[in-house]
């Protein structure tokens, strides 16, 4: 029988399939390196998936291993970040520490440098990314030193994370290595760490040009037979340029990569970028070249495709307030149409940003991007209708079709069809989407619905006021208007959001309708929005309020409420890449939207890009002056790019107290100004709890956490519609070291 006195392995238990450690479960090994291996486990407290990592059995026993081991969990643990890999705990079993993470489905960037290669953008967005997690922990005085591929894993959206932190120094921790140790992996190594002389975050930024080098070319820049020969290259010799590889980027990028790929692989510290961020600046200003490149290719290739506008009709009744009706049919037809992917047809707030213009069809085509206008009048007296409607080819103004319709009120949903059908048939594509008349065979109360919608879209206290009541009317009529139902949700968490009503009656109310319309009919688009906004603010579940917006999306590929509501969302729960693109689509649809380009802002800014953030909250201002608060955004915007004195000049031009007393107060604090930023904070509480979010953020970016906590505590209590923001706002990054910090995010919905 062999002797196992020198085998530490008998001493610990093996780690199976259904074994419990602690209140993990183990499902199967799924991976292993040098400093741990790695399982799959079920966390049987919060019912989720996780990856327990395990330091090696013959590890175990030494404690500068061990040390090291549990600095990998305090690295990362206060790290929270979209692109870093989330620790929960560092415990022990049987004699073997073992960290609980995160679980991320996925592969690792090595995946896609050898296997699936990526095209420009995507590589781009993932190293983008990076750069943006590394920032993250360098700016908490951590260096990764083991940045590489594999410690890089993709997710299912495509979304970068970093792991292992096992190598990591921390700015004014204990020392788990002596000098002149050369810890990492050889070829991701840079000149300093490869010397083992003592290295900064700058050695971070040679590895991930590393990275990038090798995901954009299929190969490592300095990766040799050996050891020796890898080491030769790192310290003397410069990789062969981009030119020398065969790549699908572009020719009029590759001077500007090969210039970020040679500043990032420096030999010298002091000639790289001094910064992550440097690097994240300088591929988004790539990425911005590459989309204005593709947009305008797609515009072009768009002009082979049926687009269309669809124009207010012009209301022709002796009754101004028949408006609404015209309106309406406007939408409806308008709704119709944008079921079908086959055409691209302009959102709603573009098109009726031309109500009562008198300008050339020619230029209003341009302006909105399409080859056909669909415009009309409507003359409405007592129950008779006359529609009369016509499509216009604007590259000639000639007319593809035209039609005028004499009909009754019980008639309207026929006619919004026949008008649909004949304009799908001119334009060649198939007629997908159907009028309001299954939602209600009621047209008076169909007519009270599109009148709500008139004054909803106003957004002030006095017109969703007017809108509740209209809406009630219909449903008076017709208690199975399930599109009644739907706007009348909507409208309640207008009232809500903009604090025109109680928040938690108005919440209420609003899932009460919403629920209602589903039942009756689960196809309206504007159900599952309003559902969507609902399970993210009262029931705080992210998951069910995503699969609602996407539902919405389904239902309606082109709806630009769905696409920036949920846009908005997964961009401020840090899924920029993703939330991003939605954001874009919803304002290619609709260019004039001043609310897309607000959650656009929004989502920009929690990813950390000012400078584009306020760019877009600028737009939202230049088509809505009377928008509210987005003076005090940009001022906000211009304050996180370390300009305090810019963001008060703006914030001054800011109508609403609560919001310019928030940016005040944050910029007066940035000048070193205590009694100013002071009394603005007195200003923003005398406010009241309505601006309980507002509060905490001043709070947290003066880093008062104490008050910060205090603050966020009471908006959570209150369903603030703001709540959901503070995962990604930059204004609480001070908190995020506090281990109050991840109890709250649980407290409100996050995992």
Request: include cysteine; charge should be negative; aromatic fraction near 8%.
């Amino acid at each position: 029988m062999p002797n196992n006195d020198d085998d530490k392995t008998v001493t610990h238990v093996l780690l199976t399939e259904g074994l419990e450690v602690s209140h993990y479960r183990i499902v199967e090994r799924i991976g292993a390196g040098g400093m741990g291996e790695v399982y799959l486990a079920d966390d049987t407290k919060l019912n989720r998936r996780v990856a327990l990592k395990f330091l090696p059995t013959n590890m175990s026993q030494d404690a500068d291993t061990r040390r090291r081991f549990v600095r990998e969990a305090q690295s990362a643990a206060g790290l929270e970040h979209p692109n870093i890999v989330s620790i929960y705990e560092v415990s022990e079993f049987s004699g073997r520490p073992f960290i609980a993470m995160q679980f991320i489905k996925g592969k690792t960037l090595q995946h896609y440098c050898q296997r699936d290669r990526l095209p420009i953008e995507e590589a781009l967005e993932l190293i983008i990314g990076v750069a943006d997690g590394l920032t993250r922990a360098h700016e908490n005085g951590v260096i990764h030193r083991d940045i590489k591929t594999a410690n890089i894993v993709v997710d299912a959206e495509m979304r970068p994370k970093i792991l292992d932190f096992g190598l990591a120094a921390v700015r004014g921790g204990e020392a788990l290595t002596q000098a002149g140790s050369t810890l990492g992996t050889i070829a991701y190594m840079s000149p300093e760490q490869a010397q083992g002389k003592t290295v900064d975050h700058r050695s971070d930024l040679f590895s991930l040009g590393v990275v990038f080098y090798q995901l954009l070319t299929g190969s490592a820049p300095f990766q040799k037979d050996n050891n020796a020969a890898t080491l030769n290259m790192i310290l003397n010799i410069e990789p062969e340029a981009l030119s020398h590889h065969k790549t699908e980027i572009p020719e009029s990028l590759q001077n500007s990569l090969q210039e970020v790929l040679t500043t990032c692989l420096a030999k010298s510290p002091d000639s790289r970028y001094q910064t992550a961020k440097e690097i994240s600046s300088a591929l988004l200003t790539i990425k911005g070249t590459l989309v204005s490149q593709s947009s305008i290719a797609t515009a072009e290739q768009a002009d082979s495709k049926p687009s269309l506008a669809v124009l207010p009709f012009a209301n022709m009744s002796a009754d101004p307030e028949n408006e609404y009706f015209s309106d309406g049919l406007t939408e409806e037809l308008l709704n119709v149409l944008a079921k079908n992917p086959e055409l691209k047809v302009t959102g709603r707030t573009s098109s009726f940003a031309f109500k009562g213009v008198q300008e050339d069809l020619r230029e209003i085509g341009r302006k909105l991007g399409v080859r056909t206008l669909l415009e009309g009048s409507v003359r409405k007296s007592g129950a008779r209708v006359r529609i009369t409607a016509q499509l216009v080819n604007v590259t000639d103004g000639f007319h593809l079709w035209s039609e005028t319709y004499d009909r009754t009120l019980e008639d309207i949903f026929a006619v919004q069809d026949e008008i649909a059908a004949a304009v799908s048939k001119a334009l060649d594509v198939t007629l997908l989407g159907k009028s309001a008349e299954k939602h209600t065979a009621n047209p008076e109360s169909h007519a009270l619905v599109l009148r709500g919608n008139f004054f909803v879209r106003r957004f002030t206290k006095e017109s969703a006021d007017i809108a509740v009541d209209l809406y009630k009317q219909a449903l008076n009529l017709d208690p199975n208007n399930a599109q009644a139902y739907a706007e009348l949700a909507f409208t309640y968490s207008v009232q809500s959001g903009f604090g025109y009503q109680d928040a938690l009656e108005t919440q209420r109310k609003s899932k009460s309708a919403v629920m209602r319309s589903l039942e009756i009919d689960n196809t309206i688009p504007m159900a599952h929005v309003a559902l969507g906004w609902n399970q993210m603010i009262v029931d705080r579940d992210y998951s069910a309020a995503e699969a609602s917006y996407r539902r919405a999306i389904e239902l309606a590929p082109n709806d630009t409420q769905a696409l920036s509501s949920l846009g908005r969302m997964l961009g401020m729960f840090g899924r920029f890449a993703e939330g991003l693109q939605l954001l874009e689509k919803a304002l290619e649809i609709d260019p004039l939207d001043a609310g897309a380009y607000m959650g656009y802002g929004t989502a920009l800014f929690c990813a950390e890009k000012y400078e584009e953030s306020g760019q877009a909250f600028q737009q939202a201002l230049e088509l809505s002056p009377e928008m509210t608060g987005m003076n005090a955004l940009i001022g906000v915007a211009q304050l996180f790019l370390g300009k305090p004195e810019e963001a008060m000049a703006v914030a001054m031009l800011e109508k609403t107290a609560g919001y310019r007393n928030c940016t005040l107060a944050m910029a007066y604090h940035a000048q070193g100004k205590l009694e100013e930023s002071d009394k603005a904070l007195q200003d923003l509480i005398d406010e009241g709890t309505d601006w309980g979010i507002q509060i905490a953020m001043v709070c947290g970016y003066r880093n008062d956490i104490d008050k910060a906590f205090e603050w966020l505590e009471r908006s959570a209590d209150l369903n603030d519609a703001g709540i959901p923001v503070v995962k990604t706002h930059p204004a609480f990054k001070t908190m995020y070291s506090d281990p109050r910090w991840p109890k709250f995010l649980k407290s409100i919905g996050f995992k």
